[in-house]
Structure formats: C-alpha cells, structure tokens
C-alpha cells in the first residue's frame, strides 16, 4: 500500500508541476540505482558460486555476470526480462517518461 501511494505521489506531482527533462533523467538514476541495490549481492553471490567450481577463474565469471539483470536478447536468442524493473522508483521514473511523451 506504502509503494503504491509513492507512486501515485510521484505521478501527481510530475503531472502538477510538469516534469522537465532533468527531472526524468534524476528519476532514472534514482531507478537505476535502486535496482543496482537489489542487484549487486545477487551477482556477488553467482561469481561466488561460479568461481567455487574448478575450471572456472574469478575473471571468467565476473565476465560472464556482469550484465546479470539487464534485459535484452542473450547469445542463444529469445528475450531476458529486465529484472527488478517494477521497483517504486523505476515506476515513477517509467510514468514521468510516458507523461512527458504525450505532451
């Protein structure tokens, strides 16, 4: 209920007071760290358990996870969800884009 209200709140005031090209880019750096957070002990914890493994070297697996999260189209095709795109701060951010957009 909390999260939902912020977004609301976020969205309202954009809407009010119209959201000017900074702002969004303040709100992506705001989504995009929020989503570092949440993202940053799951990669530590997969290069852990990738280098623990005996032919794989700490830098191979660092390598390999570094886009761990990001969404886009793998090697082997398909697509890769984005994760923790749905957090409060990246909903404010996706909402002031959209508004700004349809001015």
Do not use: W
């Not at 709100?27 to 570092?36: D, G, N, S, V, Y």
């Not at 660092?62 to 969404?71: L, M, V």
Request: glycine share 8%; with cysteine.
């Amino acid at each position: 209920m909390m999260i939902f209200r912020s977004v609301l709140l976020g969205i309202a005031l954009c809407a009010a007071f119209g959201v000017q090209g900074s702002d969004i880019e303040t709100l992506k750096q705001r989504c995009e760290a929020a989503r570092e957070a949440k993202l940053a002990p799951e990669r530590t914890k997969l290069i852990e358990e990738c280098a623990a493994k005996p032919r794989n070297t700490r830098d191979y697996c660092e390598r390999f996870y570094k886009d761990h999260g990001s969404g886009g189209k793998p090697q082997a095709g398909g697509y890769r969800q984005r994760q923790f795109h749905d957090l409060p701060e990246c909903r404010q951010y996706y909402e002031a884009e959209k508004a700004a957009r349809t001015r």
